[in-house]
Structures are given as structure tokens and as C-alpha cells.
């Protein structure tokens, strides 16, 4: 079995779990934080959404550059979950097409001239991407429970789904 292989069974099921909780974001509360140091709801469930798509950036190139990167600016629940769609989509099929040598390269992550860190591929594609994403999307599960909206099971039921 490839390192892809083995690894699409699980962020299929993040993903579907990452989905049902960006369904939850109320429009309505967008511009809504818990604290003045953090982020709106419409800016964390965009970032959330937009994750994904570091995977394909992860895969195909060998650096992000952060002063070049334009974080995606949240509009609607439509347009996240659409974005979120994307994003899945071309992380997914560039999982699929990466070759065991390819999770071996090494990637690097900088802010212009200032060099962040450099990993082999897998470990980027498990800590900056997939580890973010969930650690991103407890986040936001705490937004939500602070909103009283109701939270999905992401590992099995939650306290809602009783």
C-alpha cells in the first residue's frame, strides 16, 4: 500500500466531519468573536474551509512563501462551503497522484526572507495541513457552542446528538 493509500481513508473521514461542522456557521454571526484578540466566525470557518487547499500547494510545490499567500475572505455560507468543496476536491486528487517519493521531498514554509522551517512533505502534509485543519475546527466547535448552536460528533456522538 502507498503512503497515499493509506492515508486518503482518513482525510476523507476529516473531511466529512470538517464539512458537517462548517454547515453549522450561522451567516448571520459572521463579524461575531469570542475576544477582541480572536478571529471572527466568518474568518475562521473561511480559513477552516480554505485548508484544504494547502494540500495540492503542499504536494506540488516545494515552498509557500506567506508574503505572497492572500488568505480567502469569507462572503457567505455558500461561498465557504463552496470554497470548502474546492478546496477538498484538489487536495483529494492530489493525495491520489502523490508517489511515495514524493512525500519524502522536502517542503519549506517562509515569510519572505525568513525561512519558518523545512520538513519532508509528510510531515508537512500531517502538521500543517491536516493537524491544523483539526485543530482549527475544534476552534471553531467552541465559537459555535459559545453561539448555542448545536455541535456534529466528530469522533463519535456529541452532547447535542443525544
Do not use: C
Not at 91 to 115: C, I, K
Not at 124 to 151: E, W
Request: negative net charge; charged residues 20%.
Amino acid at each position: 500500500m502507498s503512503i497515499a493509500q493509506g492515508l486518503l481513508p482518513e482525510f476523507d473521514h476529516e473531511m466529512t466531519n470538517t464539512r458537517a461542522i462548517l454547515a453549522r456557521v450561522p451567516e448571520a454571526r459572521a463579524d461575531w468573536q469570542p475576544h477582541a484578540k480572536s478571529m471572527t466566525l466568518g474568518k475562521l470557518a473561511i480559513h477552516v474551509a480554505t485548508l484544504p487547499g494547502w494540500v495540492p500547494v503542499t504536494m506540488h510545490a516545494g515552498e509557500l512563501d506567506f508574503a505572497n499567500h492572500k488568505q480567502a475572505q469569507f462572503e457567505n455560507a455558500a461561498q465557504m462551503l463552496q470554497a470548502f468543496d474546492e478546496s477538498v476536491k484538489a487536495a483529494r486528487a492530489a493525495l491520489e497522484q502523490a508517489s511515495d517519493a514524493d512525500f519524502g521531498a522536502p517542503w519549506t514554509l517562509r515569510n519572505g526572507g525568513h525561512v519558518i522551517f523545512t520538513m519532508p512533505r509528510i510531515a508537512v502534509y500531517r502538521s500543517f495541513t491536516m493537524n491544523h485543519i483539526i485543530h482549527h475546527r475544534g476552534q471553531l466547535s467552541v465559537y459555535l457552542r459559545l453561539l448555542d448552536v448545536p455541535i456534529p460528533g466528530m469522533y463519535g456522538p456529541s452532547a447535542d446528538d443525544r
